[in-house]
């Protein structure tokens, strides 16, 4: 309060936070978003039945023409964005059910050796290309959508394991949880409450590019075929199966690969902005 | 650290600066503003070449805001009015003319660039300055010449010699040589002023009489010094005149002989006798207790081994050190920084594993770290240096404080924080202090708050590490009175872990010396500071307190006068 | 230095092996046995017999992967199951179109990052940086495959400026029109992540207490930002390279979105054929490739700011 903080502090942490995003830019995100998200949540409610088949590539059958195999291209819009969105938030949900325990007991241990034996094989996951070891997994896992929920679960454990080992290190090696235990605050009292919190702020923060980042890989590996069948309706497998028909009917490929784009973008814009705010509070604190 | 001891530099300095040359720079009714509240209030001195302005007073006195606005950084928010006048331009608001003004901070560290080699730096700044000496327009000097020219900035402020130092990153050196690395940067630019903050915080005496010897240097070549410091030890050693601030205003000011030896206004008189006063002025009870009936000892340490990282054969931070510890007794642990001071009372605590060794309590054996019962913690507490630290900072002091007595001692929530509050007004701080949370208390009150803590637990044995570094001396001399009292009334062992010989004295019956990990030595306070047998320990009280048993004689040596104090 | 870059490699060494390793239990892991289900449309015991004999599946799993680790010095990655050609073969003739197109992204890469970041620093708050900050921010982890798609539509089929695919170019560098959307693809988004990072370091460099101090100690305004700022935004961008290796694989992606035969090509075909030795020997290049990668920028990272230990 009374000691004046060096200028340092305040130079450095006003001039690391972001510009503040204007408000066009939260009207942008919440429409990229907002017209994706509703398609893909509310769109297998109000397909209907299928229509009858017609000829593949048919530019005039129905609002945006027939897919490859003479579907309805707008109903297969509606069917195709709820496995995306779903594999997506399993495969996070499932990263951090199994990630935050391991890292949790790596920082906990006082034996080394067990925090190496954890980590030290996630270090060499995490050095190579994710997709690089979807395609290895996918090529001998069955072909179904779980496969691709454990696949971008397991890429994404090395880093849910780090991440969640140093919040909770940091917050362990702090004074102020040697002063508890000199209180005669219980080891388990002590990592529930403080470590808890430490590391649920941490993962609040981390939550968001983890949901995008798992977007991103189920999006490449149904375009790479990875768990889904050719004509499963997935509006990236729509971009991959329609591309020959790009010049006939060309919103069979772009009306999909837009959709992932825009809800790419704007998830992107929506959690930089969470996130930037939440610096702000934390600054101002 | 090989120092030749020297003559006070600023004794020579004195026959330089007889005739008054003009300022260097002139302050005139500086005054900085935070919305409403005024930081800095109607400040105004000169500093003229050779001399060393000491700015003395408690953190958030202003010292940091004025010294900043010389070397022309603003706070965010703050607003600056006045004028800082330096060779004829008014500097205030703007960064001094190139290479003019120098500063350096509390931590040397943070000015000096992590990714770039010392040598490339420092060639960089010669070549920008490289001027003739008689002061002729700059020409192009060839690579030799300049290294010429750092070798001998590096000779000045000794540094190792280039071969040495220009493939070296900041962080590969300690930091004294950090600050003394930012000296020789001030040199080569050929600045005039230099701004330094805080530079013996937390230093042990043999740093701070080092760091006091090397400012006297640059100010004896002609630079102008502006100290900001609460160290008034150092102020004796260094200044010219001194500036006594609070709450942002100028109480006093004059030679730094009239400010320490016969200050005029209240608030300075409390500050040097505070900080003067000295073993001298402990009281006499408190020191009786020292001398406690020799019983069975409360605390013994055996053979005790510790630290050095895991790695098998590493040298230990703790060499076999042993000791005991009466009840009601105080011990202090003195040592330069380095000696394992921290790890034997940490070892001691609990809070850190040991290798080897015993620590016993009342004849029974202590387990190691992490496996202490809770009476076992409750009876040995700890009192952290960095009290903020210690602190979670989403809870109140109270509720905080409060779990000692609740996990320790098995009161209910209400009477718990009932006795916290009692707890934290012994220490000086009031309910209301216990309502917020640490960002909302200073560190002198935070220690207050830690202190509490501590007691509540009920503990036979309290470890004090440092409790009153970096604090001024009113605080300092507050929580001093505390810890003696706290000891004649509850009766408990104290173990406390100083830089401060005259915190030594004040508190301590018998003192162990660290060095190295090893104890060098041994014994009553009074006989070690009568008649040190270990070179170390002779340093550290030339360093830190032989001068209070003199303090007449320094005055009368202290001749010079400092018109530009008086502006 | 010299300590940490053994210990590096080493580290490197070691990923390369668990690839390896990986790979070839790839074929053990395969249900059941391996030959039925690659003939798993055509379950004829003298198919599956064939399959076993062409793979040793007879011999003992130790014996083999023994035989297929020496055969990795040798040079001998095995033959296709699908087209019966040596790998090694299959890779050296997918080889140049991928090497090209990595090449002119590398070279692209660090000067657009680098320069963007850095703009966008010197202008903080500004319109510039609003700019680039939001186009980083938001096109960060969009889909190769979908960005492609709608580029190919605007400036293709749309405008007609470039050509839609790499279909029927018998060199890349012959036609170098035909790049031109592949590298705009591969390049978005390590330059988004690049850039943000060169961005928030330069902007906390510049308002640090060093910088600061050289401006004091009188350095002209160009070297404080550029010889001493810059370098200390350029650690942490070294070290998230080295960190994030998807983008090396965004190739695979735009390879096959305009239809570029290199290793991406075939890799995705091996996979569709579960052509296991293409499978294997596509692996191991891509993890060394990235371990090489990986180990320059870490080696990099720890020149520029010798107090990070970025692995290891």
């Not at chain 1, 006082?110 to 090529?139: F, G, K, Y």
């Not at chain 2, 090893?518 to 270990?534: K, L, N, Q």
């Not at chain 3, 297929?68 to 699908?82: H, K, M, N, P, Y």
Request: aromatic residues 4%; positive net charge; charged residues 20%.
């Amino acid at each position: 309060m009374n000691a004046p903080p060096s200028p340092s502090h305040l130079s450095s942490g006003q001039a690391a936070r972001p510009p503040r995003p204007g408000p066009v830019r939260d009207v942008v995100a919440v429409v990229l978003v907002a017209v994706p998200l509703g398609l893909a949540l509310l769109g297998p409610l109000v397909a209907g039945a299928a229509p009858e088949r017609t000829q593949p590539f048919l530019p005039d059958a129905g609002w945006l023409g027939s897919d490859f195999v003479g579907r309805d291209v707008w109903r297969q819009v509606l069917l195709g964005g709820w496995s995306i969105i779903a594999t997506a938030l399993c495969a996070t949900v499932l990263a951090y059910l199994v990630g935050a325990p391991i890292g949790l007991a790596a920082a906990m241990t006082r034996r080394r050796w067990v925090d190496e034996a954890l980590l030290r094989p996630l270090d060499i996951l995490l050095a190579l290309p994710s997709l690089l070891l979807m395609l290895l997994l996918a090529s001998i896992a069955p072909p179904t959508a779980w496969t691709v929920v454990g696949i971008v679960a397991l890429i994404n454990l090395p880093d849910v394991a780090r991440i969640v080992r140093a919040g909770a290190l940091e917050v362990a090696r702090r004074t102020s949880v040697e002063a508890m235990w000199l209180q005669g605050e219980s080891r388990v009292a002590i990592a529930v409450v403080f470590i808890g919190r430490a590391v649920l702020r941490t993962l609040a923060a981390d939550a968001g590019v983890r949901v995008v980042g798992a977007f991103y890989l189920v999006a490449a590996a149904s375009f790479l075929g990875v768990g889904t069948g050719p004509d499963t309706s997935d509006w990236a497998v729509m971009v991959d199966v329609n591309r020959d028909g790009i010049f006939l009917t060309p919103w069979g490929v772009l009306v999909p690969a837009m959709l992932l784009v825009a809800l790419s973008m704007g998830l992107n814009l929506l959690f930089d902005r969470l996130l930037s705010r939440r610096r702000h509070e934390e600054h101002t604190l | 650290m090989s120092h030749t001891p020297r003559e006070p530099a600023s004794q020579e300095r004195a026959a330089d600066t007889r005739v008054p040359a003009p300022p260097v720079v002139s302050v005139r009714g500086l005054t900085a503003l935070a919305g409403p509240h005024r930081i800095v209030d109607d400040v105004g001195f000169d500093i003229a070449a050779g001399e060393v302005l000491a700015l003395v007073g408690a953190s958030g006195s202003g010292k940091t805001t004025t010294g900043l606005s010389l070397v022309g950084d603003a706070r965010a928010g703050v607003r600056l009015e006045g004028s800082v006048d330096m060779a004829g331009t008014d500097v205030l608001g703007s960064r001094p003319p190139a290479g003019a003004v120098a500063y350096l901070p509390q931590h040397p560290a943070a000015v000096l660039n992590p990714v770039r080699r010392i040598g490339g730096v420092l060639r960089e700044i010669a070549r920008r300055h490289a001027v003739d000496d008689d002061g002729a327009p700059p020409r192009r000097i060839g690579r030799r010449e300049i290294d010429a020219r750092i070798a001998a900035a590096l000779r000045r402020t000794l540094l190792p010699p280039p071969e040495e130092l220009f493939g070296r990153f900041a962080h590969q050196l300690s930091g004294g040589q950090q600050q003394r690395l930012v000296f020789a940067q001030s040199l080569l630019c050929r600045a005039r002023l230099l701004v330094v903050d805080e530079p013996t915080t937390g230093q042990d005496p043999l740093t701070r009489q080092r760091v006091a010897a090397e400012l006297g240097e640059l100010a004896g070549d002609g630079m102008a010094v502006l100290l900001l410091t609460h160290d008034l030890d150092l102020v004796r050693d260094l200044a010219t005149g001194v500036l006594v601030l609070r709450d942002g205003g100028v109480v006093e000011r004059g030679t730094t002989e009239d400010v320490l030896y016969r200050p005029q206004h209240p608030y300075t008189r409390s500050l040097t006798r505070a900080h003067f006063a000295g073993p001298g002025a402990a009281s006499p009870e408190s020191g009786a207790p020292a001398q406690a009936a020799p019983g069975p000892p409360r605390i013994e340490v055996v053979d005790l081994i510790a630290g050095g990282g895991r790695r098998r054969g590493a040298r230990p931070i703790l060499d076999t050190v042993g000791f005991r510890l009466a009840a009601g007794e105080c011990l202090a642990l003195v040592g330069p920084s380095g000696s394992g001071k921290t790890t034997l009372a940490r070892c001691v605590a609990g809070l850190a594993p040991r290798r080897a060794g015993t620590v016993r309590r009342d004849g029974a054996p202590l387990p190691a770290a992490a496996r202490r019962s809770r009476t076992q913690r409750a009876r040995v507490q700890y009192v952290f240096q960095d009290a903020r630290a210690s602190f979670d900072e989403y809870r109140t002091i109270g509720d905080q404080v409060a779990r000692s007595a609740v996990r320790l001692r098995g009161l209910a929530g209400d009477r718990a924080r009932g006795e916290a509050v009692d707890m934290l007004a012994r220490t000086g701080l009031s309910p209301d202090h216990a309502r917020r949370r640490p960002a909302a208390l200073s560190g002198g009150e935070l220690r207050r708050a830690a202190l509490a803590r501590a007691l509540l637990a009920g503990p036979e044995v309290l470890i004090c590490d440092e409790i009153t570094a970096g604090l001024d001396a009113v605080t300092r001399a507050g929580i001093l009175d505390l810890l003696a009292d706290l000891r004649q009334s509850f009766g408990i062992s104290l173990l406390v872990i100083a830089h401060d010989m005259a915190v030594v004295a004040r508190l301590a019956g018998r003192v162990l010396v660290l060095d190295g990990g090893r104890v060098v030595e041994e014994g009553s306070v009074d006989r070690v500071v009568a008649a040190p047998t270990h070179p170390l320990t002779r340093d550290l009280l030339d360093a830190a307190g032989a001068h209070r048993d003199s303090d007449g004689a320094t005055a009368t040596a202290r001749t010079r006068d400092s018109p530009s104090a008086h502006p | 230095m010299w300590r940490y870059a053994a210990r590096r490699v080493g580290f490197g060494g070691i990923q390369i092996l668990a690839v390896a390793l990986l790979a070839f239990a790839l074929v053990e892991a395969l249900p059941g046995d391996a030959a039925v289900a690659l003939a798993a449309d055509d379950p004829d015991p003298r198919t599956i017999a064939r399959i076993r004999e062409r793979m040793g599946l007879d011999q003992p799993v130790t014996v083999r992967f023994w035989e297929w680790l020496t055969g990795l010095f040798r040079a001998d990655l095995g033959t296709s199951l699908v087209s019966g050609r040596p790998v090694t073969d299959i890779l050296a003739a997918a080889l140049a179109p991928t090497l090209t197109l990595a090449a002119i992204a590398l070279a692209l890469l660090l000067p657009l990052a680098v320069g963007l970041g850095v703009l966008a620093a010197l202008r903080e708050g500004g319109a510039v940086d609003r700019a680039i900050t939001s186009a980083s921010v938001s096109l960060y982890s969009v889909p190769e495959f979908a960005l492609a798609i709608v580029l190919v539509a605007v400036f293709a089929l749309q405008l007609g400026w470039l050509p839609p695919t790499a279909v029927g170019v018998s060199s890349l560098l012959a036609q170098p029109a035909v790049l031109v959307l592949p590298l705009v693809v591969l390049l978005a988004r390590p330059i988004c992540s690049i850039s943000r990072l060169v961005r928030a370091g330069m902007i906390e460099a510049l308002g640090s207490d060093y910088v600061e101090h050289a401006h004091r100690l009188g350095l002209s305004g160009r070297r404080v930002r550029y010889a001493h700022a810059l370098p200390n935004a350029l650690a942490p961008a070294a070290a998230q390279i080295s960190r994030t290796t998807d983008w090396l694989l965004g190739g695979v992606v735009v390879e096959a979105v305009f239809v570029i035969p290199g290793l991406g090509t075939e890799l995705v075909n091996a996979v569709a054929a579960r052509d296991i030795p293409v499978i294997q020997g596509l692996a191991l290049l891509f993890a060394m490739t990235t371990v090489a990668v990986n180990l320059a920028a870490d080696l990099v990272a720890f020149r520029l700011a010798p107090r990070t230990e970025v692995v290891a």
